[in-house]
């Protein structure tokens, strides 16, 4: 009955294990959640009165497949300031969230049989969508110490060949945590040209930076905007998931590409919650500041207690929020340590092997929850892991 399509694309990993920890929260059984990469933050109380107002002045009707205009055109504005990209406001799509952004582009460019690289350790979605639209996902390791990771670009040369099409750069890294600098991303955009490949450039972490680490558009070097499809959106900085409300950036003829398949499947986004996003963009960015320095305090938090318990040996992530954590000490695999954790502590974390085959041997921890929270679920996870270390040991 179903569609073969369907075949390859599985059930989110990170959701199955959302599913357990819902089922547990419905018992009442004690559950510490460092799951999903969502704030959680209200949205700023500006942004939901900007839309309110919009509401109660009409705007509940259909606006264009674009996007509003006024959106585009200081989104447009804020890529030349910020991120030194020359973009026009013809070059502007609004999506529903970054998700369908990421997979309006594979659609709109993926031929049948086309391969994309896909660094890896990552979120899956990017090999979700390439395959729905019928291409070859590729992984290409990225290289990880101690939670730490690059990529080495030179590695990249040994899974191009002539289908390849796309090569999806995450920036900063959702597990990872990592950031491309200036020459990683320079040597990255000459491979680029050299085998005519399009970059899916996923910026939705660029303002939860950390340590004076600088976010860069690869978009912005030179010969990379004809080439490069720059995704974005308002769900990460601005604490903004629920609104659906994603940025994609291209030049003018991928984004006609693009609306035609979005006219098709989301026709177009409402004009209250596109008016939020507005007020986002002009007066918000103090509560981001304030939101990223709470991230930053938790984020030390975390990794102070972990290190402290020599289990661990982390590197701070320098953006996202999120820490990779190594686990290959612990005689377990990333499944049966995660699903372990939660059953005799409460502990909700994801297994590293949901990002992909090279995120085997880590797990996953979301700062974004409270202090409290965080520092409990750590001294839990460090007790828990003393003890497999302990049994481990034993068994040698």
């Known amino acids: 009955m179903l569609a073969n399509r369907l075949e390859n694309i599985g059930f989110s990993e990170i959701?199955?294990?959302?599913?357990?920890v819902t089922k547990r929260q419905k018992l009442g059984l004690d559950t510490l959640n460092l799951l999903l990469g969502e704030p959680d933050f209200d949205t700023p109380k500006k942004i939901t009165e900007a839309a309110i107002h919009s509401l109660n002045d009409g705007d509940?009707?259909?606006?264009?497949?674009?996007?509003?205009?006024?959106?585009?055109?200081?989104l447009a504005e804020k890529l030349v300031k910020e991120n030194k990209i020359d973009a026009s406001v013809n070059e502007i799509l609004i999506t529903a969230g970054?998700?369908?952004?990421?997979?309006?582009?594979?659609?709109?460019?993926?031929?049948?049989?086309?391969?994309?690289?896909?660094?890896?350790?990552?979120?899956?979605?990017?090999?979700?969508?390439?395959r729905i639209a019928g291409g070859i996902p590729v992984f290409v390791p990225l290289v990880g110490d101690k939670s730490e990771f690059s990529l080495d670009v030179n590695?990249?040369?040994?899974?191009?060949?002539?289908?390849?099409?796309?090569?999806?750069?995450?920036?900063?890294?959702?597990?990872?945590?990592?950031?491309?600098?200036?020459?990683?991303?320079?040597?990255?955009?000459?491979?680029?040209?050299?085998?005519d490949l399009i970059v899916l450039a996923d910026e939705i972490y660029e303002k939860i930076i950390f340590d004076g680490a600088e976010h860069i558009s690869i978009a912005a070097f030179p010969g990379m905007k004809e080439r490069t499809v720059t995704v974005n959106g308002f769900s990460k900085a601005y604490a903004m998931t629920g609104w659906r409300l994603g940025v994609v950036h291209a030049t003018e003829t991928i984004i006609n590409g693009l609306v035609r398949i979005h006219q098709n499947n989301i026709s177009s986004l409402s004009g209250f919650s596109q008016k939020g996003a507005l007020t986002a963009l002009k007066n918000a960015e103090g509560d981001v500041h304030e939101m990223k320095a709470q991230f930053n305090r938790?984020?030390?938090?975390?990794?102070?207690?972990?290190?402290?318990?020599?289990?661990?040996?982390?590197?701070?992530?320098?953006?996202?929020?999120?820490?990779?954590?190594?686990?290959?000490n612990m005689g377990k695999n990333s499944k049966e340590f995660a699903s372990q954790l939660l059953k005799e502590t409460g502990?909700?974390?994801?297994?590293?092997?949901?990002?992909?085959?090279?995120?085997?041997?880590?797990v996953r921890?979301?700062?974004?929850?409270?202090?409290?929270?965080?520092?409990?679920?750590?001294?839990?996870?460090?007790?828990?892991?003393?003890?497999?270390?302990?049994?481990?040991?034993?068994?040698?």
């Open 15 to 20: 959701r199955k294990v959302y599913e357990e």
């Open 347 to 362: 502990v909700a974390v994801v297994p590293g092997d949901a990002f992909g085959k090279f995120g085997e041997g880590y």
């Open 98 to 130: 970054a998700s369908e952004a990421i997979f309006l582009a594979m659609m709109a460019l993926i031929n049948e049989g086309d391969e994309v690289l896909i660094p890896c350790p990552t979120w899956m979605n990017y090999a979700s969508s390439c």
């Open 60 to 74: 509940t009707h259909y606006t264009s497949n674009f996007g509003l205009s006024e959106l585009r055109s200081i």
């Open 155 to 195: 590695s990249l040369e040994q899974y191009v060949t002539p289908r390849t099409k796309i090569l999806v750069i995450v920036n900063p890294g959702n597990p990872t945590g990592m950031i491309f600098n200036k020459e990683e991303l320079e040597a990255i955009s000459k491979f680029a040209i050299k085998n």
């Open 365 to 396: 921890l979301s700062f974004a929850a409270s202090e409290a929270v965080l520092q409990e679920a750590c001294h839990r996870i460090v007790a828990f892991a003393k003890q497999l270390m302990k049994e481990e040991k034993a068994v040698q």
């Open 298 to 328: 938790r984020r030390d938090l975390v990794i102070d207690i972990l290190n402290q318990s020599h289990c661990f040996d982390i590197h701070p992530p320098k953006g996202a929020i999120y820490l990779f954590l190594d686990i290959k």
